[in-house]
């Protein structure tokens, strides 16, 4: 089973929110809830279902069928940033791995499609990626 990066962001918010509760965390110390609010996270899993979905759909896709899925999960990920302004750096290398290994427990080698397109592996997003 894939963890989403939500999974783990989401988690995150909810540890600390129940070391507030406990007193063994002040909430000007607590990262995550602003890092991560739910608007947020259910937008991203909004698009990750979608693109989850898409993948699962092909079959023995193409190149462009391929990349095309990355494509519309990216640029739906634009739009999330757009309007919540959430993935940095951090959430910018799960989202990522994330879409590789969707491809990649779909049955994908991503190396080589990356290869057949003439970018490395971790330029699979980078084409329609503003985040």
């Not at 699962?56 to 309007?83: C, G, Q």
Request: charged share 30%; net charge negative; proline share 4%.
């Amino acid at each position: 089973m894939i963890t989403r990066p939500t999974e783990k962001w989401g988690r995150s918010v909810r540890e600390q929110r129940a070391a507030i509760a406990a007193g063994t965390l002040t909430e000007d110390a607590a990262y995550a809830p602003r890092l991560w609010p739910e608007p947020f996270i259910t937008a991203v899993d909004t698009v990750l279902d979608a693109y989850e979905a898409d993948v699962r759909s092909l079959s023995s896709p193409s190149d462009e069928e391929l990349f095309a899925a990355v494509e519309r999960v990216v640029t739906a990920l634009n739009a999330v940033n757009d309007e919540h302004g959430r993935i940095e750096t951090g959430e910018r290398e799960d989202l990522c791995e994330h879409i590789d290994v969707v491809l990649t427990s779909a049955g994908q080698d991503v190396e080589a499609l990356t290869s057949r397109r003439g970018v490395g592996r971790h330029e699979l997003t980078d084409e329609w990626r503003d985040w």
